[in-house]
């Protein structure tokens, strides 16, 4: 809790900031290996993020919890430590990945498309806004899905994406 102060703020800089435009960079790059990279740390980091949500409020108040949060969140980055962790919880989730899938699948067609179009919103937002950028950026097909879901949206959904 000494240098609490400063972990906490500087953890919070690295997740919301740095890591973010880590990502932004790796996405731009040709090399793949950066976006696994990246990938995996927020894959590690979301596990991590979903743990603390049922525990944080109890383990927080233990003494260093910030400092070893914040050293956590360096390894993860910084020194391969998302790979590292990967490597051990994959056998696990390799293990469970049929169950999950099987979960989702069974989830109402409404909930599954809920999260879909959480994600598609913005693209076909980009594609209204720029029919010819998009198309540089994506492709004359991507284009005309983008335009085939506008066309699914409800009148009120299109109307905020003009």
Do not use: C
């Not at 102060?5 to 900031?17: D, G, I, N, R, W």
């Amino acid at each position: 809790m000494v240098f609490a102060f400063v972990t906490e703020p500087a953890t919070a800089v690295l997740v919301s900031v740095w890591a973010p435009y880590q990502s932004f960079k790796a996405i731009k790059s040709s090399s793949t290996a950066d976006d696994t990279a990246w990938l995996t740390f927020w894959a590690i980091y979301a596990l991590f993020d979903l743990v603390e949500s049922f525990v944080g409020n109890v383990v927080s108040w233990a003494p260093f919890y910030w400092e070893a949060k914040f050293v956590f969140i360096v390894y993860l980055m910084f020194y391969g430590g998302a790979h590292k962790v990967y490597t051990i919880i994959e056998p696990f989730m390799s293990k469970y990945e049929g169950d999950v899938d099987s979960v989702i699948s069974k989830l109402p067609a409404h909930v599954r498309d809920s999260a879909k179009d959480m994600g598609n919103k913005e693209f076909v937002k980009e594609a209204v806004k720029d029919s010819q950028g998009f198309i540089k950026k994506y492709g004359k097909e991507a284009f005309e899905g983008a335009m085939k879901a506008y066309t699914q949206m409800t009148t009120e959904e299109s109307r905020k994406m003009q």
